[in-house]
């Protein structure tokens, strides 16, 4: 996996998957990518303000958010990332939600 550390200027949020450090960027890619699986992301950054996102968006998000690099044979699984969710509560997850769903509304400054 990718031992490269995020970058909070490019948007990225680190997120740490079965051990290893890795990095979630929300690229247009990406962010199309869990548009098409979860449906419009605006109602998405409404739905995790009024605290009803769910486990399984969070953990499609991220996922679909993992830095091109670490899209290789090595490359968590969904379940990994989910695990990794679960790992750290959802209250370790809330720094990475931040910095995505502050991407998704603000884009990069």
Same mark, same amino acid.
């Given at each position: 996996?990718?031992?490269?550390?995020?970058? +909070?200027?490019?948007?990225? *949020?680190?997120? #740490?998957?079965?051990?290893? +450090?890795?990095? @979630?960027?929300?690229?247009? $890619?990406?962010?199309? *990518? $869990?548009? !098409?699986? =979860?449906?419009? @992301?605006? $109602?998405?950054?409404?739905?995790?303000?009024?605290? %009803? @996102?769910?486990?399984? !968006?969070?953990?499609?998000?991220?996922?679909?958010?993992?830095?091109?690099?670490?899209?290789?044979?090595?490359?968590?699984?969904?379940?990994?990332?989910? !695990? $990794? #969710?679960?790992?750290?509560? =959802?209250?370790?997850?809330? *720094?990475? =939600?931040?910095?995505?769903?502050? %991407?998704?509304?603000?884009?990069?400054?």
């Amino acid at each position: 996996m990718n031992a490269a550390p995020a970058n +909070p200027l490019r948007g990225e *949020a680190p997120l #740490v998957i079965a051990g290893q +450090p890795c990095r @979630l960027r929300p690229s247009f $890619a990406a962010l199309v *990518a $869990a548009e !098409e699986e =979860l449906g419009p @992301l605006f $109602a998405l950054v409404e739905r995790a303000g009024q605290g %009803q @996102l769910r486990l399984s !968006e969070m953990t499609a998000l991220f996922w679909h958010c993992l830095a091109p690099s670490h899209v290789q044979s090595h490359a968590p699984t969904r379940e990994q990332v989910g !695990e $990794a #969710v679960v790992a750290i509560g =959802l209250a370790g997850c809330a *720094a990475p =939600l931040r910095v995505l769903l502050g %991407q998704i509304l603000q884009g990069q400054g």
